[in-house]
């Protein structure tokens, strides 16, 4: 299996500050055939599911917020908010559909404000 | 896109329960399906898909889950479904289900609000 992992584990970010992810996958999820890392990034509130925020680790959902960014290439992901707004606080996980169906997912980034 | 889970609930340990995932507003035949799940104050897990008919109906299943759980899927209906037996107190959590976007590339895009399944005696 493709082992991700996020850190921070948590985070507090002050309102208007950026706030950074990281992700690591512990073998490539980028393709051959296509070129594209197969990284998405979920938001799960409280009570909610998840949330697609980014997919090919840099495609922004349609709807999402432009202060949400996706980069990075091979097995080293991140997710930037540019700017934190109160309605970000969040668990945030990076997931691989490399190998999918067999989804695997970061432990989770809990985001909270300072 | 509206997913929508029921048929959770409280269940004693080696019991069965079985899960729907009532859909609308897609043409629910051409996706796969998946079911994760949720520990309570824990992470996501992915534990079962089927494929689209045209691409077989075939399913996939987690280590954890293998041998005692059955996707399965009605389009004449637009309804999947987990089987669960022989339950444990593991499997306590909360169930959604979701789509995935493209027939080869399972992106999961949109998900169920969840059903919570609780395994206690």
């Known amino acids: 299996d493709i082992v991700m992992t996020q850190s921070p584990d948590s985070l507090a970010v002050s309102l208007g500050e950026r706030a950074t992810i990281n992700c690591k996958s512990s073998q490539s999820v980028s393709h051959i055939s296509d070129n594209k890392n197969y990284l998405a990034w979920y938001q799960q509130k409280p009570g909610q599911p998840p949330k697609l925020l980014i997919y090919w680790a840099s495609a922004r959902e349609s709807g999402v917020p432009d202060r949400f960014s996706g980069s990075g290439s091979g097995t080293d992901f991140t997710l930037t908010i540019s700017s934190l707004q109160a309605e970000d606080v969040a668990v945030y996980y990076c997931?691989?559909?490399?190998?999918?169906?067999?989804?695997?997912f970061g432990q989770g980034t809990k985001l909270e404000i300072k | 896109v509206q997913l929508v889970e029921s048929g959770g609930g409280l269940v004693q340990p080696g019991r069965s329960l079985r899960l729907s995932c009532t859909t609308s507003e897609f043409t629910f035949g051409d996706y796969g399906m998946s079911w994760f799940r949720q520990p309570p104050g824990k992470g996501l897990e992915w534990i079962a898909f089927?494929?689209?008919?045209?691409?077989?109906?075939?399913?996939e299943y987690a280590a954890s889950v293998k041998g005692r759980f059955t996707i399965s899927r009605d389009d004449s209906r637009s309804v999947a479904f987990l089987q669960m037996n022989s339950l444990r107190t593991e499997d306590t959590a909360m169930y959604y289900c979701?789509?995935?976007?493209?027939?080869?590339?399972?992106?999961?895009?949109?998900w169920g609000q969840g059903t919570l399944v609780t395994v206690s005696s």
């Open positions: 979701s789509r995935a976007r493209w027939q080869t590339i399972l992106l999961v895009d949109h």
């Open positions: 089927i494929r689209s008919k045209a691409y077989g109906g075939t399913t």
């Open positions: 997931q691989q559909y490399y190998s999918a169906p067999l989804y695997t």
